[in-house]
Each structure stands twice: as C-alpha cells, then as structure tokens.
C-alpha cells in the first residue's frame, strides 16, 4: 500500500495513509506538530531538566517524526538528561521510506539503528519498538512513563485506539503527576480518557486544527489549562449518563486491561 508524500507548511514531509483516509500529521507541519502538540504540553523539557531523565510512551510509531523531534528538543535544551523511549506500531514502514523523514545526523543514524534492531540502549538514550497491536503491546508493557503522546489515527477512522479500555490501559503505565497529550478534541476521546480515570484539559491549537486534549494522571502542577465550564458539565453529564460514573469519582482498578 504506497502511502504518498506530503510536503507540510513547515517544509517537512508527512505521509496520506490510503486505508485510513488521513495524513500523518497536521499539514500545518510534521514537526511543528511534534514540537508544539506533544513535547510542549507534556513538559519535556521541564522534566528533563528537573529529574535528569523523562520516560516517554509513543503510542503509534508512525514516520518516527516524533521521535526524532523530541530527541532533538532534548539534546539541543537539556544535553545531560537521559531519554527513555518505548514506541508502539502496527505497520512499521520499511526503513528507507522512514528514512527520507528523519535528515541526517547522528539522531536520524541512531533511528535507522532502532528500526533495524528493535531495541537501543546509550549512554543518555534507550528506545525499544513494539510492533503489534498497541492493545495488545499495552498488556505487558512495564511503565512508569513520564509522558505519552497519543497519536493513532482519529477517532472516526481508527476506532479501537480510543476505547476505554485503551485510556486505562495507558493511565495504569503513566507515573503519578504524568502528562498525555493528543490532537483530538472529540467528546469520544475526552469521555474515553475520563472514564479511565484521567484528569482532562485543553491541548493547545496547532495549525488550523482544534484545540486538541492534554490530560493527567493525577494533579500537575501548574495545572492543565482548563476546559469551558460549558464544555467540561456536558462531558460530565454524558459520562454520568453513559458509564453511571460521576466525573469526580476515582477509576475502578477493576476497569482497566492491565488489571489483574
Ligand atoms: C498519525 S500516525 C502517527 C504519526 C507518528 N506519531 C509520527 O510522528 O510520525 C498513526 C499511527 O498509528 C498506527 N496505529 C493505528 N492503529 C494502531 C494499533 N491498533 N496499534 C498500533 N499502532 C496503530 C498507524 O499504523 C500509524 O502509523
């Protein structure tokens, strides 16, 4: 199945997925997207320099873009803090059509490594791929992560990664105080991520997209820019009227995949 290039506002590259119908990224830019959807509100940065080391989830491998523009981020702001990446895929494309996503240099040398191997270990780095069904990766994936970026493809079109069962799933390998950040806004994927047990906020705009969905485990602080009050009562509301759970409740150890 060719997947078809795509220049983005930004000069980088992104993919059209044929089955699925979408882009890879936001034409606005493949890695402003990056930057600006997932190591921005996931504080990256900040915790890398707090702690020394940041643990992240990338559920949906994709071209690796966000991989790449987060390593780069790090080395580039924090060059003495460790990064601990587990990426999850179903389809890992071949590696020469990764490649033309990644330039040159020493992080794009180090992806090929990944890609080939699977795994990677250095000094200031470690990156493991789990190919597969992320749901059935997510059974016996051992976290805590620090950060996970939610990026399958949408809700309408790529249905099974936005179940309950997936949110609770990614809440019970997220530390305490760990942050998720996606592009979707749609009430499916908010009352989804509530009904596992996340505390929701608003993601920020990129491009011409909506506001996407930022959420935590837990309380952050600072805390995640709020939802309208409109917005966040009528969520609540449906999730009332859909689970029976009331949006202050604390999740059910019983409801998640991972739950013995
Ligand atoms: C929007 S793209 C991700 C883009 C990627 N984050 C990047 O930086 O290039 C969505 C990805 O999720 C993957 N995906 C969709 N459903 C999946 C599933 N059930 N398990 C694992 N990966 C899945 C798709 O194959 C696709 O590569």
Redesign the pocket.
């Known amino acids: 199945m060719v997947r078809k290039k795509v220049l983005t506002e930004d000069g980088s590259l992104?993919r059209f997925?044929p089955h699925?119908q979408?882009?890879?990224?936001s034409l606005s830019g493949?890695r402003n997207?990056?930057i600006q959807r997932f190591v921005v509100p996931c504080r990256i940065i900040e915790r890398a320099q707090l702690a020394g080391v940041v643990r992240i989830l990338?559920?949906?491998?994709?071209?690796?873009?966000?991989?790449?523009?987060t390593l780069e981020e790090i080395r580039r702001q924090v060059p003495d803090a460790r990064c601990e990446w587990v990426?999850?895929?179903?389809?890992l494309?071949p590696l020469v059509d990764l490649q033309e996503?990644w330039g040159e240099g020493k992080v794009a040398r180090e992806l090929c490594e990944l890609v080939s191997k699977g795994s990677l270990d250095e000094e200031l780095w470690s990156g493991r791929i789990l190919v597969?069904?992320?749901?059935?990766?997510l059974r016996s994936l051992i976290g805590p992560f620090d950060a996970i970026?939610l990026?399958?493809?949408s809700p309408a079109r790529?249905p099974?990664?936005w179940a309950v069962e997936v949110m609770r799933a990614l809440w019970e390998v997220c530390e305490e105080g760990g942050i998720l950040s996606t592009y979707s806004s749609a009430a499916k994927a908010r009352l989804a991520l509530m009904a596992a047990g996340w505390e929701i906020g608003l993601g920020p705009r990129v491009g011409r997209k909506s506001s996407g969905t930022v959420a935590s485990r837990g309380a952050v602080d600072p805390p995640l820019m709020a939802l309208e009050e409109k917005q966040r009562r009528s969520l609540e509301r449906r999730l009332n009227e859909e689970t029976g759970i009331n949006g202050c409740d604390p999740p059910s150890p019983a409801a998640g995949i991972n739950s013995p």
């Not at 990338?58 to 523009?69: H, I, K, P, R």
């Not at 990426?87 to 389809?91: D, F, I, Q, V």
């Not at 597969?132 to 990766?137: E, K, P, W």
Request: hydrophobic share 35%; net charge negative; proline share 2%.
């Open positions: 992104t997925h699925y979408e882009h890879y990224h493949a997207e990056a990338d559920v949906g491998f994709g071209l690796g873009v966000n991989v790449a523009v990426s999850l895929e179903k389809e494309l996503h597969g069904d992320a749901r059935d990766s970026y990026d399958p493809f790529n099974e990664m």
